[in-house]
């Protein structure tokens, strides 16, 4: 499917849409959140024009996010986005939501999620538009804690990533083991079914939802010495990823030596300089944005019945992968290169 396909729009939208309050603009189209945050300049305000309220942190992935969804709406829609920083406080997002009285809110990450989510709690009588949800872990549980939201999840199927692997190394890929809190419990019994299609066993152990690292090398060394796995998932869960001197206390001092290669869901995870994750599958940032600029359009074509709308998964996906770590620990297929987005040495 092409971008351009991804981004097609159904048309007898805009007569409903010009009925939603209008969104004020900050002056000069400036950025508004945060104080002392990067300046992002939105597209000029214009009159009678239904808006979009975009809240996110600046970092690249997230820009990179926006710019095709910016690029995507803006003929159609106003654009007001909102930095969202750790000194952020459901008041201030949610404030300025209300102020702005877009016809969709585009909310990117967990944190800012949470952030409206409380704000909605404090105020039960203030009115919830239509919320998309992006670049965001567990987005159906996520879904559940705002009044009226859909959105585009950001894991990628495990089969995808454990196909992909298979691509790319000669040693073989039909166990693949993971590690999983109880919130995560049902996304991985999902990927079960997904993955016996492709004759892989995942292999799963539960973890407490305050596994120590201690704990999680124990649970890894299960699947890798007592459950015999030819690879190991690691899930977008902050609470086993946590930060880097976690996942040197963990992951990589249990499997630094393993021979058994990590599938990971973050890019900046695949790195020779550093290695730990052998092959990355993430979502195509741009075309995530263009994916998300569609489900507005067509939320729009629906009168903002959010309801009618389950959460999608993404559309593209892009590969990363560790040449060198491949290449020397696990094998490299002599026609891996044609399956890999970057690969990395």
Same mark, same amino acid.
């Given at each position: 499917?092409?971008?351009?396909?991804?981004?097609?729009?159904?048309?007898?939208?805009?007569?409903?849409?010009?009925? $939603?309050?209008?969104?004020?603009?900050?002056?000069?189209?400036?950025?508004?959140?945060?104080?002392?945050?990067?300046?992002?300049?939105?597209?000029?305000?214009?009159?009678?024009?239904?808006?979009?309220?975009?809240?996110?942190?600046?970092?690249?992935?997230?820009?990179?996010?926006?710019?095709?969804?910016?690029?995507?709406?803006?003929?159609?829609?106003?654009?007001?986005?909102?930095?969202?920083?750790?000194?952020?406080?459901?008041?201030?997002?949610?404030?300025?939501?209300?102020?702005?009285?877009?016809?969709?809110?585009?909310?990117?990450? *967990? #944190?800012?999620?949470?952030?409206? =989510?409380?704000?909605?709690?404090?105020?039960?009588?203030?009115?919830?538009?239509?919320?998309?949800?992006?670049?965001?872990?567990?987005?159906?549980?996520?879904?559940?804690?705002?009044?009226?939201?859909?959105?585009?999840?950001?894991?990628?199927?495990?089969?995808?990533?454990?196909?992909?692997?298979?691509?790319?190394?000669?040693?073989?890929?039909?166990?693949?083991?993971?590690?999983?809190?109880?919130?995560?419990?049902?996304? $991985?019994?999902?990927?079960?079914?997904? #993955?016996?299609?492709?004759?892989?066993?995942? %292999?799963?152990?539960?973890?407490?939802?305050?596994?120590?690292? +201690?704990?999680?090398?124990?649970?890894?060394?299960?699947? $890798?010495?007592?459950?015999?796995?030819?690879?190991?998932?690691?899930?977008? +869960?902050?609470?086993?990823?946590?930060?880097?001197?976690?996942?040197?206390?963990?992951?990589?001092?249990?499997?630094?030596?393993?021979?058994?290669?990590?599938?990971?869901?973050?890019? *900046?995870?695949?790195?020779?300089?550093?290695?730990?994750?052998?092959?990355?599958?993430?979502? +195509?940032?741009? #075309?995530?944005?263009?994916?998300?600029? *569609?489900?507005?359009?067509?939320?729009?074509?629906?009168?903002?019945?959010?309801?009618?709308?389950?959460?999608?998964?993404? %559309?593209?996906?892009?590969?990363?992968?560790?040449?060198?770590? %491949?290449?020397?620990?696990? =094998?490299?297929?002599?026609?891996?290169?044609?399956?890999? +987005?970057?690969?990395?040495?």
């Amino acid at each position: 499917m092409s971008q351009r396909a991804v981004c097609s729009r159904r048309s007898g939208w805009l007569l409903m849409s010009l009925c $939603v309050a209008l969104a004020s603009c900050a002056p000069g189209g400036r950025l508004a959140g945060a104080p002392g945050s990067a300046a992002i300049v939105d597209p000029p305000a214009r009159g009678g024009v239904p808006s979009i309220f975009l809240a996110m942190p600046s970092s690249p992935s997230f820009l990179e996010v926006r710019k095709s969804f910016v690029s995507e709406v803006r003929k159609t829609f106003d654009v007001r986005t909102f930095v969202v920083a750790p000194t952020t406080t459901p008041d201030d997002l949610g404030t300025a939501i209300q102020r702005a009285r877009p016809a969709c809110v585009v909310l990117m990450n *967990n #944190a800012t999620i949470n952030l409206v =989510g409380r704000y909605e709690l404090a105020h039960p009588a203030e009115p919830s538009p239509p919320t998309v949800l992006l670049m965001a872990s567990l987005i159906e549980e996520m879904q559940t804690t705002l009044k009226r939201a859909t959105g585009i999840a950001y894991e990628v199927p495990g089969v995808t990533a454990f196909v992909n692997l298979r691509s790319v190394i000669k040693a073989p890929v039909n166990r693949v083991g993971v590690i999983y809190r109880p919130t995560l419990r049902k996304f $991985v019994e999902r990927q079960r079914g997904l #993955a016996a299609r492709e004759h892989i066993d995942i %292999v799963s152990i539960p973890v407490a939802s305050d596994v120590s690292a +201690d704990e999680l090398r124990e649970a890894l060394d299960g699947l $890798v010495k007592d459950r015999h796995v030819d690879a190991v998932w690691m899930l977008n +869960d902050n609470a086993l990823v946590r930060d880097a001197q976690f996942r040197d206390e963990a992951w990589r001092a249990e499997l630094g030596d393993s021979k058994v290669p990590l599938i990971v869901g973050v890019a *900046n995870l695949v790195n020779p300089d550093s290695p730990l994750g052998a092959l990355a599958v993430v979502p +195509d940032h741009e #075309a995530l944005g263009l994916q998300a600029a *569609n489900m507005v359009f067509e939320l729009a074509d629906d009168r903002w019945r959010v309801e009618l709308h389950p959460v999608e998964l993404p %559309v593209s996906v892009k590969t990363v992968v560790d040449i060198r770590l %491949v290449r020397e620990n696990f =094998g490299l297929r002599p026609e891996a290169l044609r399956h890999v +987005d970057r690969a990395l040495e």
